[in-house]
């Protein structure tokens, strides 16, 4: 199945709004795409637009509108909701500067691609 995800205009959003690391965001968005959820995101200060931020919860709040988190609404969490959009966590961060996860994710890709090609 190909993945039309990236398609869309708003996936160099994701790398710049991570990017912005307000708060320890890398540090979380890290964690989630090791499957674990983040607590006590406060959507309710969010201005609904895409220039004007004040704190990570502005930034998660955005990613929960464009798609690349899922919020659940009981326990104030935000995930990544799926494997297609985990890839695109894993695009953008590897084309950021983000040191030594880049370039771990660089080799996880160059590595598992050997491995498929069998050298």
């Keep these: 199945m190909r993945n039309n995800w990236n398609q869309t205009e708003t996936f160099e959003a994701l790398k710049t709004y991570i990017d912005m690391n307000f708060d320890g965001l890398q540090d979380d968005i890290i964690d989630m795409m090791n499957?674990?959820?983040r607590k006590a995101?406060?959507?309710y200060g969010f201005t609904n637009d895409m220039v004007t931020f004040h704190s990570k919860d502005d930034v998660?709040?955005?990613?929960?509108?464009?798609?690349?988190?899922?919020?659940?609404?009981?326990?104030?969490?935000v995930f990544i909701p799926n494997h297609e959009i985990l890839n695109e966590y894993m695009t953008a961060i590897s084309n950021s500067e983000w040191g030594e996860v880049?370039?771990?994710?660089?080799?996880?890709?160059?590595?598992?691609?050997?491995?498929w090609k069998k050298k």
């Design 35 to 37: 499957d674990e959820k």
């Design 41 to 43: 995101v406060d959507i």
């Design 60 to 77: 998660l709040t955005l990613l929960v509108h464009l798609g690349y988190l899922g919020y659940d609404s009981e326990t104030g969490e």
């Design 102 to 115: 880049s370039r771990a994710i660089k080799n996880s890709r160059a590595a598992l691609d050997a491995i």
